[in-house]
């Protein structure tokens, strides 16, 4: 008995440190802003000597006109190949030169670009993102524009037309959002609007967007922010300010029906899409339905795993998650069916799962379950300079705010088992989503019909 007495001791202990350190999660920073319009975030780290320079530009697929689409991704791409004081290649070669890595991504509504090295190199990273920043425009070329439009295009052959269930999303889109939303077309564009885009165009693009003003600056980790301040201006004040920048409105919409859709394709198993819409990242309703996901198919003991795959061994897998964005969101339920299996079968459970949502909160176990998994994933990211640099870049994105990380952590802590049912009957209406079956070429009788 003392044992357990002890372990209980022990426990509670832990859970007493957990809970003071829940009230003190924070990512303290400073924020400023250059006479250009940059904006730059601090956050001094001095864990280990180690930092992140992490610039999002705020333009995304959604800031692209029709017929040219893509854009913002092959950006992505021309931002590596050089810029007026970089020749093509040495942005990874001085990197790598002194232990650090890079990379950068594309999303609807924002690109990012960043660099992780040793603290002593600070001025390296500052100096790269500032040249291609400020002096891209000298080094791209017709020839450099059309190179990496090749390379894009056979990243799109790759990722979606040559890739088994590649086209779902895209289907999905153009058949969720309407033709004047802006998140009608995938990230990666069109084949044709990458193959008509002009190298005017490109320039055109880059004017428009990737100036200071529609650019933030996060540094995170072990720095002196007032010496950092001090590098940043040296590298970036010279760049000429952009002009203002729009953002993208999308239109009021909502799926008035349930839309069925059918694509063959060079696959061995059938495979279900259900697409919802569901709220913007942040707004009220998106924490609800992030911990609904999480209840229905996170996990080996979540509802529509313990179903689909276990008990009824129907299914391969299974996945749900709500993604937020700026103009909206989506709810999405994917799942796998096991040969011979139709999607029907799959779909009348999923949809069976769902409604006892509807009607019947979720226990209080499993809430907390999901709760304590979110608690413990963001726990996680406060180790990483990389980690906190994207939350300070994504809450003074999407919220307004960068020290919204209390906020983002209330905001689950605070949810009732009733506020998971009662968003679950307002966007998981059966009657109003997208339907897609992806079957094998010529079973076509394994599709939701």
Same mark, same amino acid.
Do not use: C
């Given at each position: ?96 030169? +002194? ?32 040249? !291609? ?111 203002? +920048? ?34 913007? !990242? ?141 968003? +679950? ?25």
């Amino acid at each position: 008995m003392k044992s357990f007495f002890s372990l209980l001791f022990l426990l509670l202990v832990t859970i007493s440190g957990i809970r003071a350190q829940e009230k003190a999660l924070s990512i303290p920073h400073t924020v400023h802003t250059l006479d250009n319009g940059l904006t730059v975030i601090l956050h001094e780290d001095h864990t280990v000597p180690m930092v992140t320079v992490n610039v999002w530009y705020h333009v995304g697929s959604s800031y692209e006109k029709p017929k040219r689409t893509g854009f913002a991704h092959l950006f992505e791409h021309i931002m590596f190949e050089g810029s007026g004081n970089v020749k093509e290649g040495d942005f990874d070669n001085l990197l790598e030169a +002194v232990g650090g890595n890079n990379n950068g991504s594309t999303t609807q509504d924002r690109t990012n670009y960043y660099e992780t090295l040793p603290a002593n190199a600070l001025d390296l990273a500052l100096f790269l993102e500032s040249d !291609r920043m400020g002096y891209l425009l000298e080094a791209m070329s017709p020839g450099k524009v059309d190179g990496q439009r090749d390379v894009v295009k056979n990243e799109r052959r790759q990722s979606y037309e040559n890739r088994p269930y590649g086209m779902a999303f895209q289907t999905i889109l153009e058949n969720f959002y309407p033709k004047d939303h802006p998140y009608n077309w995938p990230v990666i564009g069109y084949m044709d609007d990458l193959t008509a885009a002009s190298y005017e165009d490109v320039v055109e693009f880059f004017k428009k967007y990737y100036a200071p003003n529609n650019a933030v600056l996060v540094i995170a980790g072990d720095i002196e922010p007032a010496k950092a301040l001090e590098k940043v201006k040296y590298w970036f004040n010279e760049i000429p300010q952009g002009e203002a +920048v729009i953002r993208p409105t999308a239109p009021v919409f909502g799926l008035l029906d349930e839309k069925k859709l059918t694509i063959e394709d060079n696959v061995q198993l059938p495979r279900l899409y259900l697409a919802y819409q569901s709220p913007a !990242r942040y707004a009220p309703g998106d924490a609800e339905m992030d911990v609904a996901a999480d209840v229905l198919a996170n996990g080996k003991n979540s509802r529509l795993y313990k179903r689909l795959v276990y008990e009824l061994q129907i299914a391969q897998n299974v996945s749900v998650y709500q993604d937020g964005s700026a103009l909206g969101g989506m709810f999405m339920v994917v799942a796998t069916a096991r040969p011979g299996i139709k999607l029907a079968q799959l779909q009348a459970v999923i949809d069976e799962e769902i409604g006892k949502l509807t009607t019947t909160a979720p226990t209080e176990r499993e809430v907390q379950r999901v709760i304590h998994q979110n608690e413990s994933n963001i726990l996680r990211q406060m180790e990483s300079p990389m980690a906190k640099a994207e939350m300070l870049q994504s809450y003074y994105r999407f919220a307004g705010n960068p020290d919204w990380l209390n906020e983002d952590f209330s905001r689950y802590k605070a949810l009732q088992p009733s506020d998971i049912s009662a968003s +679950v009957r307002q966007y998981l209406n059966p009657k109003k989503r997208v339907v897609l079956s992806v079957v094998p070429k010529g079973k076509t009788d394994l599709a939701i019909q």
